[in-house]
C-alpha cells in the first residue's frame, strides 16, 4: 500500500471522511423522472467501493422551477426511500456521501421546470433560449425555506454532506454575478447586496444542517469572462462564507450559460454535444453548433491542476478548510496541492473514467489516471447518462475522431505519464 498524506483521514465539519478524496459532484443525468435510479445507484456505489472518502450526488434542485435537466434530481418527500438505498449502500463501502443542493435559475426551460424560468432580473437567456422573470421579493422568502427543506430531506436520506451550489452561474451566482444581477433592491447593485440572498440560504441551511451535517459551498474565483465576477469580489465572497460559518468550500471558477470550459479546460466536444440532441427538439441548436460552436463555446488550455495558482490567492485570504477541485489526475499532483494546505481534494472526470481510481493509487497500480480529457462525457450528459467514451460501444466514426484529436491535444500532461 501507498503512504501518502492524500489517504488520512480528514473532517469536514462534524464528518469525518477516510480520506481527503471526494467525488465532485458532475452531472449523472441518470435521475429518470427527477428520481434516483438502479444507474445512480450503481455509479455511486461503485465510486465508494473505489476506495474516495466521499461522493457527491450531483445538482439535485431544491424545487421544481429549479430544475433544468429531466434527468436531475429534484428534492421531495417521496424520493427520500430512493436517496436512502444509495447513501446506506456507500456507508457500506465505508465512504461518506453528500449531496449537492441548488437551483439552475434562468437556466432552464418552462417544458422542464413547469413555469417561465426565473432569475435574479428578468431579460433573455440565449443558453436555454427563454425568456426569464426576474424573482420577486416574497419568492426569495420561500426559496431560501426550500433550501432548508431540501437539508432537511438530506438529512432523512442519511447524506453526511451537503454542497450549495453558489457558483458557475446558477441561481445564487446570477445574484453574486453584476452580468445577470441588474436589481434596483435590496438584493442588486453593491456586492453586499448581491451577497444577501446567499447569504440567507447560507444561514437556513446551517440552522437545518444542525450539528450533524457537513455544510460545504461551491463557489467562483472568477466567472471566467469580462462582466463578470473578478477575483476580487470573489475572495470577498468567500470570507463572507467563512464569518458565516460554512465548514469547508470548494473553489471552481466558470460560467456555464457563458464561459462553460473556464470550469472544465480543455474543448467541448461540439460534434459529440450535437450528436447526442433530439434533433425534433433542438434542430436550430444543433445549427448554431455545426456553424458556430467553437465562436459559442471557446477552448480554454488544460493543464493539470489547472486552478491550483488561483486557489492558492484563496488559500491565503481565508483559514476555513478549502477543497481544491480541477485538473486532478495524479497522486504526486494531489500531494503537492495538500502541501498547499488544502484539505480536501476533488475529483470528477478520473472517476467518471474509472470508478476504482483510488484503489488503484493506494494499491500502487497506477500514479495517473487514464483520462485523457477528451471531454466527450461532457458533451454526452447534456442529453444522455454520464459516461466516458472507453464505456461506449460503437462509438459513431466522427465522435471517435473527435475524442482522438482531443486526447492526442489534452492527454499528454498527468495522465499518459508515470504509470509505468
Ligand atoms: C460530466 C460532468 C458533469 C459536471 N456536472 C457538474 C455539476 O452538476 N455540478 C458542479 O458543480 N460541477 C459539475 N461539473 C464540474 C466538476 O464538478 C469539476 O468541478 C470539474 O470537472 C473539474 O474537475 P475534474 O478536472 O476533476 O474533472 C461537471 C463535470 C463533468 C465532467
Ligand atoms: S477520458 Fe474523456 S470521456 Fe472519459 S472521463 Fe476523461 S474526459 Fe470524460
Not at 465562436?295 to 476555513?320: H, N, Q, S
Not at 476504482?356 to 454526452?380: M, P, T, W
Not at 466522427?398 to 489534452?410: I, N, T
Amino acid at each position: 500500500m501507498v503512504e501518502s498524506p492524500v489517504f488520512t483521514p480528514v473532517k469536514i465539519g462534524p464528518v469525518t471522511l477516510r480520506n481527503r478524496v471526494i467525488r465532485s459532484a458532475a452531472f449523472e443525468n441518470m435521475a429518470y423522472g427527477n428520481s434516483p435510479s438502479q444507474d445512480l445507484y450503481d455509479y455511486h456505489v461503485a465510486v465508494a467501493r473505489g476506495g474516495v472518502g466521499m461522493t457527491t450526488l450531483a445538482y439535485a434542485s431544491v424545487n421544481r422551477s429549479g430544475l433544468s435537466f429531466d434527468g436531475q434530481l429534484w428534492m421531495r418527500k417521496e424520493i427520500v426511500p430512493g436517496l436512502r438505498r444509495i447513501t446506506d449502500a456507500v456507508h457500506a463501502e465505508g465512504a461518506k456521501c453528500s449531496i449537492q443542493l441548488g437551483h439552475c435559475g434562468n437556466m432552464t426551460h418552462r417544458a422542464t421546470c413547469g413555469c417561465m424560468p426565473v432569475g435574479a432580473s428578468s431579460g433573455f437567456n440565449l443558453y436555454s433560449p427563454t425568456f426569464v422573470r426576474g424573482l420577486r421579493k416574497d419568492e426569495l422568502d420561500s426559496l431560501v425555506e426550500d433550501f432548508g427543506h431540501a437539508v432537511d430531506l438530506a438529512r432523512e436520506a442519511g447524506f453526511d454532506c451537503v454542497e450549495i451550489h453558489a457558483g458557475h452561474g446558477y441561481l445564487i451566482s446570477q445574484f453574486l454575478s453584476p452580468y445577470t444581477n441588474h436589481r434596483r433592491d435590496e438584493y442588486g447593485g453593491s456586492l453586499e447586496n448581491r451577497m444577501r440572498l446567499m447569504r440567507r440560504v447560507i444561514k437556513c441551511v446551517l440552522e437545518h444542517a444542525g450539528n450533524d451535517i457537513g455544510v460545504i459551498v461551491k463557489m467562483n474565483m472568477y466567472d471566467g469572462f469580462r462582466r463578470g465576477m473578478k477575483r476580487e469580489e470573489c475572495l470577498e465572497v468567500a470570507k463572507e462564507l467563512e464569518r458565516l460559518g460554512v465548514h469547508a468550500i470548494v473553489l471552481s471558477a466558470g460560467f456555464v450559460s457563458k464561459a462553460p470550459m473556464a470550469v472544465m479546460h480543455g474543448a467541448m466536444p461540439i460534434k459529440t454535444l450535437a450528436y447526442y440532441m433530439d434533433w425534433k427538439k433542438f434542430w436550430w441548436l444543433k445549427a448554431l453548433l455545426f456553424f458556430f460552436g467553437r465562436i459559442m463555446i471557446p477552448t480554454v488550455p488544460y493543464k493539470e491542476a489547472y486552478f491550483l495558482e488561483d486557489a492558492k490567492v484563496f488559500r491565503k485570504a481565508v483559514g476555513l478548510p478549502l477543497i481544491y477541485v480541477g485538473g486532478l489526475t495524479s497522486l504526486s499532483k494531489m500531494e503537492e496541492v495538500l502541501s498547499e494546505g488544502f484539505q480536501g481534494l476533488q475529483v470528477a472526470r478520473a472517476l467518471v473514467h474509472d470508478t476504482d481510481f483510488v484503489n488503484k493509487l493506494r494499491s500502487g497500480e497506477q500514479k495517473c489516471s487514464g483520462c485523457a480529457h477528451s471531454n466527450y462525457c461532457i458533451g454526452r450528459m447534456y442529453t444522455l447518462e454520464m459516461k466516458c467514451n472507453r464505456c461506449v460501444e460503437n462509438l459513431p466514426a466522427r465522435l471517435r475522431r473527435e475524442v482522438e484529436k482531443a486526447e492526442k491535444r489534452w492527454g499528454s500532461e498527468g495522465n499518459m505519464k508515470n504509470n509505468s
